[in-house]
Nanobody
Framework: QVQLVESGGGLVQAGGSLRLSCAAS????????MGWFRQAPGKEREFVAT????????AYADSVKGRFTISRDNAKNTVVLQMNSLKPEDTAVYYC????????????????WGQGTQVTVSS
């Protein structure tokens, strides 16, 4: 049974930091690219960051570049999104997702999804 379980969300003031984790099970994590997406109320789900299977290639949305960092630990089957200098516009439910082969910024390319974790940034 495939599971992606996000954790680490919460309420933080603008300028603060949060560290999101995603624990994966039920598939061969080390062969999958991973991504983080987010969805704010009334908006479509949008790409945040992606990392390839080995962790050597990453990509970010322009809105988070320089503030967020994606990383993975294949020994622990986890992917992490370190979020610094948070802004109120970062408020959303954050989802991790998995896909085979190459990393991607397109949500439809992803095969497995977590349930999401809420991030709220107050001004």
């Amino acid at each position: 049974q495939v599971q992606l379980v996000e954790s680490g969300g919460g309420l933080v003031q603008a300028g603060g930091s949060l560290r999101l984790s995603c624990a994966a099970s039920g598939f061969t994590f080390s062969t999958y690219a991973m991504g983080w997406f987010r969805q704010a109320p009334g908006k479509e789900r949008e790409f945040v960051a992606t990392i390839n299977w080995s962790g050597t290639i990453t990509a970010y949305a322009d809105s988070v570049k320089g503030r967020f960092t994606i990383s993975r630990d294949n020994a622990k089957n986890t992917v992490v999104l370190q979020m610094n200098s948070l802004k109120p516009e970062d408020t959303a439910v954050y989802y991790c997702a998995a896909k085979t082969v190459r990393s991607s910024s397109t949500a439809d390319d992803y095969k497995y999804w977590g349930q999401g974790t809420q991030v709220t940034v107050s001004s």
